[in-house]
């Protein structure tokens, strides 16, 4: 009976070593499941850095699983740990990740504006710009970059409709830059002209 009663115990001790020592799968898919939902909303636009912190996190959390599958007595609890702030973080971002989208599109809208008025003001510019002998040439050159920016001022509401604030940014910087090369070419005419005078 004694026998019996120690194989019963040395049995039940190595099941609970053996079921205590099982990787946290589910744990690990819930994990990757949420940090692709989060990641398809726009985190990989909006929270770049956010994103890539939590992705850091996640790799050493996988890493410090990888390392105890290697070994005989496995201990999950502190990769358990790390998946769950993992979790935590990704549930943050997620809450967090609406107003980041909502101010970009205000950053882009705000943009938008801007780069309109820079290409107004570059059009008046150019409707003043010194017009006499050998600017004929420079003058349509400066009209074909208005009409450039013009085009690329219209991509501007594309990029918003299509809910992709980052490009639209990029593009008003773009048509305001241009416009302000537009009228420092005019500028720099009309100082010429005035120089002459």
């Known amino acids: ?11 039940l001790a190595i099941a609970v070593v053996l079921t205590g020592c ?10 990757k499941g949420s940090l692709e939902t989060v990641t398809q909303a726009g985190a990989d636009k909006y929270a770049v850095e956010e994103l890539k912190a939590i992705n850091d ?4 959390a996988l890493d410090a699983i990888a390392a105890q599958d290697k070994k005989f007595f496995k201990k ?3 990769a358990k740990e790390m998946l769950a702030q993992v979790q935590t973080k990704v549930s943050e971002l997620t809450a967090a990740l609406p ?9 882009a809208i705000q943009m938008q504006g801007e780069a309109k008025a820079a290409l107004d003001a570059a059009a008046e510019l150019l409707k003043k710009a010194p017009k006499g002998k050998g600017t004929a040439k420079d003058l349509e050159a400066l009209k074909g970059d208005l009409t450039g ?9 594309t990029a918003l409709d ?4 980052i490009a639209a940014q990029d593009k008003a ?19 010429k002209v005035k120089g002459k005078k």
């Open 1 to 11: 009976m004694k026998n019996l009663t120690k194989t019963v115990v040395l049995v």
């Open 22 to 31: 099982k990787a946290p799968t589910q744990l690990i898919n819930d994990v």
């Open 57 to 60: 996190d996640m790799t050493k």
């Open 76 to 78: 999950f609890g502190p």
């Open 99 to 107: 107003a980041k989208i909502e101010a970009a599109k205000n950053a």
């Open 149 to 157: 920016a013009e085009t690329m001022f219209t991509e501007i509401q």
């Open 162 to 165: 299509a809910k992709d604030y």
């Open 173 to 191: 910087k773009a048509v305001k830059d241009k416009a302000a090369g537009i009228a420092d070419q005019v500028n720099q005419a009309i100082e």
